[in-house]
């Protein structure tokens, strides 16, 4: 019996761990990952963080050079999918080559929202999401003077944040009145900008940008209003979009992303997603959730991979981040789309504490903040929806494992 090909397009974190779970778990047909970028599949986080600071020269690679030939996983480094024909089983890439496929992922992410402002275009007005594109930041840090970030959101803090510990003058410019607002709210939000405003960062929120100014090269951003900010270089962090392009095309059902089954099956046969890319069915949420972070990459590939090898496994993990600025490390569990009922155990102002978002009593999320190992409890007060009393939950002295009752 011929040998079944399963086709992987994307060749980063969620691609390369459903490439490697295929071999794994015994597939011996053929696998082939796709990546449209000329490095073997890395991790992002370090983009903002020490490898933009250059505090090591280490690609933060998957896995070692050899590990795809070894493995027997056809890596197509620096090719482009341009065209998916799900009717046909077949995928086009852009040198003309056709492959059918017997199961495809699409793993193929998400990418910087552009800023639709004059000047977005300029010399030295950056975005970030490759390896190159750390690279080319990490430059003009080394190069010192001033950075202006366009937006607080984790790509923006982190940023700013590096650029500022490597001696550059930073000011942040978001259109919220506080960083971090729209996924923390305001309470979290004023931490995060003190943070930064006691590490020399000028913070403005509230602000509009009207255009990015300069003569070729960028060198002041103006705000509504008339204000200019001057900048020797400037990064955009203005969110995300998932790259549905291909899907699309295809005619598969889209909602926020890709949408799948709590399987990661897609609407068309023998097609599945995973990453930044999925909006996947929660049966926690009991809803559709895309999750544009680290550990949803690394877990549902090789989920996706399982699936696609008929294991009928549903993905139900709680979303989960982390995020690192300064000195302040924290980790994120849970989904909370309302931001009201917040309690703190610990002082906040100590900036060691965990925040749990409530609804209806009930712990929604969880953000620890300088305090280690704890996302386990966290984690597990959100999946049992173990009913809290606010004050027990804030008392130190009550383990988290005595309210899960374990
Ligand atoms: C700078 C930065 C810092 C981050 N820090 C954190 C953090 O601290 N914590 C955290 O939890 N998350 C963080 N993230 C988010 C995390 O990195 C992403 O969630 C993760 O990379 C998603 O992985 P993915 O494999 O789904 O998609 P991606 O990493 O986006 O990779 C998709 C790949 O598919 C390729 N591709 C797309 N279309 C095609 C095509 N048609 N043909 C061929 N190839 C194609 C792309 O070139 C890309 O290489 C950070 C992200 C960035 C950019």
Known sequence: ????????????????????????????????????????????????????????????????????SDSGIELRTSTEVTRIEPAASRVHLADGETLEFDRLLLSTGSEPRRLPVPGSDLDAVHYLRTVEDSEAIRRRIDE????????????????????????????????????????????????????HVDHGVEFIGGATVEAVEGDGKASAVRLAGDSRIAADFVVIGAGIKPRVGLAEEAGLELADGIACDDHLRTSAPNIYAAGDVADAYHPHYARRIRVEHWANALNQGPAAARNMLG??????????????????????????????????????????????????????????????????PIQALIRDRVPVDPRVLSDQDTPLEQIIGV
């Open 144 to 195: 010192g003077g001033k950075l202006v970030t366009i937006g607080a959101g984790w790509i923006g803090a982190e940023v700013a944040a590096s650029a500022r510990q490597r001696g550059c003058d930073v000011t942040i410019v978001e259109m919220t009145e506080l960083p971090l607002e729209r996924v923390l709210g305001r309470e979290l939000g004023a931490i995060y900008r003190d943070v």
């Open 311 to 376: 294991r009928e496994e549903s993905y139900a993990r709680i979303p989960y981040f982390f995020s690192d600025q300064y000195e302040i490390g924290m980790e994120y569990s849970g989904f909370a789309t309302q931001r009201d009922q917040i309690v703190f155990r610990g002082d906040p102002a100590s900036r060691e504490f965990i925040a749990f978002w409530l609804e209806d009593d009930r712990v929604v999320a969880g953000m620890n903040v300088n305090v280690w190992d704890v996302t386990a």
């Open 1 to 68: 019996m011929p040998k079944e090909t399963f086709v992987i397009v994307g060749a980063s974190l969620a691609g390369a761990k459903a490439a490697e779970t295929l071999r794994a778990e015994g597939f011996e047909g053929r696998v082939v990952l796709i990546g449209a970028e000329p490095e073997r599949p890395y991790e992002r986080p370090p983009l903002s963080k020490d490898y933009l600071r250059g505090e090591t020269d280490q690609k933060p690679f998957v896995h070692e050079e050899s590990y795809y």
